[in-house]
């Protein structure tokens, strides 16, 4: 097909469930680049029939990225190449990534045509803090592995987002409140669509909701940032005044401390001082 676009690559977001949130412009490019990069042809087959026309598609997943990236990126250079995956925004749990890293190497065009995005749609569903959040897709199917992930997290001060099946859902929400503690959260799942659905609770509570009736769909889970911290006690100002002292003179330490602990700086430096006199 002679496409009328610049030649480059096109990121484009697709509906995550209902087909009347394909924005026009993302509708254009589709039906005009010169090839279609898609995660599952026979789905995006399905979006070109909603759309009245057809596309060249060739497709590009985790099995064969690395053999066909390189093609594609040879032939942005005098063609238009656009990228989706089977619902929403691509590179978002997916290694999109790496065609956008090469074709921006390669000095071909980039850009993004915005649009659904499951994490963000259930970020806004959860009734949850919006101003600072983490997404981490997938947690390991393992159990310990899974745990450790979690640990990595649990200190976090913003809201967590992550994808998540039906059958290992209440297993997952087990161990999210297992390592974070029993925080408020939300499982939002079939967003867009005729079923959509939004349940909101604590962990421990939705937990139990999922044991026995693991629910169907694509599931977004939105979890609770941590609770404001305790107060730093004595004992813990001491203990990292010792440790800053070791590397710091006894000023810096009192500031470094301060910072981190929110304790005046001064009272801080009075100690450092005297915890250096007593050594």
């Known amino acids: 097909m002679d496409s009328t676009l610049t030649p480059g690559l096109y990121i484009v977001a697709t509906p995550i469930g209902n087909l009347g949130d394909l924005s026009p412009r993302a509708a254009e490019i589709l039906l005009n680049a010169d090839l279609v990069a898609v995660e599952d042809s026979r789905v995006t087959a399905g979006l070109f029939r909603h759309l009245g026309g057809k596309g060249r598609m060739i497709p590009y997943h985790d099995h064969n990225a690395d053999s066909v990236r390189p093609g594609l990126v ?55 803090p919006t101003d600072r959040f983490l997404f981490l ?23 967590l987002v992550l994808y998540e099946s039906g059958p290992r859902l ?8 297992d390592g974070l503690g029993d925080r408020e959260a939300a499982v939002a799942r079939e967003i867009s669509k005729k079923f959509e659905e939004t349940v ?38 001491d203990a990292a005044l010792a440790e800053a002292l070791t590397r710091l003179p006894p000023a810096k330490a009192a500031g470094e401390v301060a910072k981190r602990l929110g304790i005046d700086r001064k009272a801080l430096y ?10």
């Open 170 to 177: 209440s297993a997952c929400l087990a161990a999210l409140a």
């Open 137 to 159: 897709g997938f947690l390991p199917a393992k159990s310990g592995a899974r745990a450790q992930a979690i640990a990595e997290v649990a200190g976090v001060r913003a809201t």
């Open 200 to 237: 909101t609770g604590t962990l421990s509570t939705l937990t139990a909701r999922y044991a026995d009736a693991p629910p169907r769909g694509e599931i977004v889970v939105v979890v609770a940032p941590p609770g404001e911290a305790a107060p730093a006690t004595a004992e813990d100002a």
């Open 74 to 128: 040879a032939r942005m250079g005098g063609e238009s190449v656009a990228l989706v995956s089977d619902a929403g925004t691509p590179l978002i749990s997916d290694p999109g990534y790496k065609l956008v890293r090469d074709a921006r190497a390669a000095g071909h065009m980039v850009t993004t045509i915005p649009g659904p995005c499951a994490a963000i749609a259930a970020l806004t569903l959860a009734g949850l």
């Open 270 to 279: 009075a100690r450092a001082m005297e915890l250096r006199g007593g050594r």
